[in-house]
């Protein structure tokens, strides 16, 4: 069988995105490339949304930006603005087009349905894959969307609904979230933080009909797209050894208090490519410590006050813009830290901090 300098184990948006910076950075003129990848055709089934607090390789695949959003809760709504961090939504057909396009230029790169059709003795190798089945007694973030259009202009396409917790809430977490893409066009999620043994909170379709219908006074639409989802908040228990480094949620890349990961996976992947020729030597990448810290906190008083989450997310979002961003994306200074912090109930938080 063929051998290869590097595996990369799952061809979705970690694999790809560092399938690509290896390639736009002149890494796969010398060496091989196999890309583990088992399905059958790639279609749109994401949309990947993020605060753009750095550049990226995907502006082309941005279906759009805004620089406008709201926090509702059943009595409030707060309005936030800011011109110099854009919220972004990407298509990931488009994501997936424009990367296999590229690679499909390079000889040395090549895709297989299973590690069974080559040989990985002397590969470094790189798993987005989590072999072990999940606990589901965990906390997820598990949602579903639906991009609706509308036969009128409807929706005011300059501002998104990042969090809108005025319905059902369950004794756990639940919020919708709208991004218009267009006046008569935009997606709609139902998103609940909570385990997934519970199966009264998955009745989705019934949630969004409902929502669309007495929340956003929309009656007549049909549905163009459709996504779902489940993704862990916690960290996942896989290890990196010296010939095999975990890559995109399997490498502890999702940001357990927001789900966010795209841009955490686009900074792993120029990490590894930084430094490739030593990456089995070099410190494992990470995005932040305290992050990590202040995140598990953060959902310890979720898990034991539920029902104080959507005042707790919405005074969160009382700070300056910048600020909330920032520290939602990771690149928050300790100021701004406190700043964050501030704004959270003491108490149940200095008794998670000891719990």
Known sequence: MK???YVIIGGGCAGLSLAYELEVNGKLKNKTLAIIENRKEYKRDKTWSFWRVFDHNFEDCVIKSWNNFTINTSDSSHELKNENFPYQS?????????????????PNVSFFKSLNEISIDNSLIFNSVF?????KSELWQHFKGIEIETSKNIFDDEIINLMDFNCDQKNDVHFFYTLPFS??????????????ENQTLMDYDLQLENYIKNNLGIRN???????KGAIPLFYPSLK?????????SAGGMTRLSTGYTFLNIQEHSRYIVENINEIEKIKKYDFGKKYKFLDKVFLRVLEKYP?????????????????????????????????????MPKLIFIKALFN
């Not at 990407?90 to 590229?102: G, H, P, R, T």
């Not at 072999?131 to 606990?135: H, P, R």
């Not at 006046?183 to 997934?196: F, G, Q, V, Y």
């Not at 989450?309 to 600020?323: E, H, Q, V």
Request: glycine share 2%; net charge positive; hydrophobic share 35%.
């Open 3 to 5: 051998e290869f300098n």
């Open 90 to 106: 990407i298509n990931s057909e488009k994501f997936y087009k424009k990367i296999n396009l590229k690679l499909s230029t390079n």
């Open 131 to 135: 072999k072990d089945s999940l606990d």
């Open 183 to 196: 006046k008569n066009k935009a997606l709609i999620e139902t998103t609940w933080i909570s385990d997934l």
């Open 221 to 227: 639409y049909k549905i163009n797209f459709i996504e």
């Open 240 to 248: 990196n050894s010296d010939k095999t480094i975990n890559i995109g």
């Open 307 to 343: 029902d104080k989450m959507p005042k707790i997310f919405f005074n969160m979002f009382k700070t300056s813009s910048s600020t909330v961003i920032k520290f939602l994306s990771n690149k928050s200074n300790i100021f701004e830290d406190i700043g964050i912090i501030s704004k």
